[in-house]
């Protein structure tokens, strides 16, 4: 089956003192993607869970919500409770078992996502990932906006996909870091489903058209993929 592009602008491109504005800015896109910094785990600071919850209380898409934060298992279950659809923990970050945090947002409603930095192996957590929904591949290393697209993770997200495929995983393959129209292609025809992009949209003049044309280059990558393989 041919897989559906998804585009999840980043609202750490957006402008934060209108934020309300900026999220009805994307309400063509699939996801709100939505990063939570605590200057401990990234050396960036960026919102909590009372903005979150106030950014869930106006979207019109759905919150895929990356904690780059600390001991996730501790605060992730509330952006569940919140109402976000994807709520998404760091490998790195988790103090325990990062199944059991699995479990807790799953029990909460929303759908379970684990992210790895560049340098982490996928191996390492090939058997934690089936009690995940959403596998995030880090593009670039996190904690800030605006840096290049890092080409040499694609063997990740391609080993991904190839689980994904043959059965082993069940999850969507999300991508995070330097993802605009020159980007999206390689990372589509890698195996990617799922697509964060920053200022290719929100510094866009119409954000509505950059999606659709994001979404456009990734079908048309995912296609090639397909007839390739």
């Known amino acids: 089956m041919p897989r559906a592009p998804m585009i999840a602008p980043s609202l750490l491109s957006a402008d934060f003192s209108r934020l ?8 063509d896109a699939d996801w709100l993607h939505v990063d939570v910094m605590d200057a ?15 950014i869930q209380a106006v979207s019109p898409i759905p919150l895929d919500c990356h904690l780059m934060i600390e001991a996730p298992e501790r605060w992730a279950p509330g952006y569940a409770e919140l109402g976000a659809r994807n709520v998404t923990v760091h490998a790195e970050a988790c103090t325990g078992d990062p199944r059991a945090v699995a479990r807790d ?7 379970a996502g684990l992210a790895v930095k560049p340098g982490t192996a996928l ?11 959403t596998l995030l591949v880090m593009t670039v290393e996190p904690g800030f906006g605006g840096q290049a697209f890092m080409a040499e993770v694609l063997p990740k997200v391609r080993r991904a996909r190839e689980l994904v495929d043959t059965g082993h995983l069940q999850l969507f393959v999300e991508v995070d870091g330097g993802i605009n ?9 890698a195996g990617a489903d799922v697509f964060v992009a920053g200022s290719a949209v929100y510094g866009a003049d119409d954000p509505a058209r950059a999606i659709a044309a994001l979404r456009t280059q990734a079908s048309a990558a995912v296609a090639r993929a397909g007839t390739a393989g």
């Not at 401990?40 to 106030?54: M, Q």
């Not at 191996?123 to 929904?133: A, K, N, P, Q, S």
């Open 123 to 133: 191996e390492d957590y090939t058997e934690v990932l089936r009690e995940f929904d």
């Open 20 to 27: 309300a504005d900026e999220v009805a800015r994307v309400a």
């Open 40 to 54: 401990h785990f990234v050396p960036n600071l960026t919102l909590g869970l009372p903005v979150v919850e106030a």
């Open 105 to 111: 947002l799953r029990a909460a409603g929303a759908l």
């Open 181 to 189: 129209t020159d980007t999206i292609e390689q990372a589509a025809e």
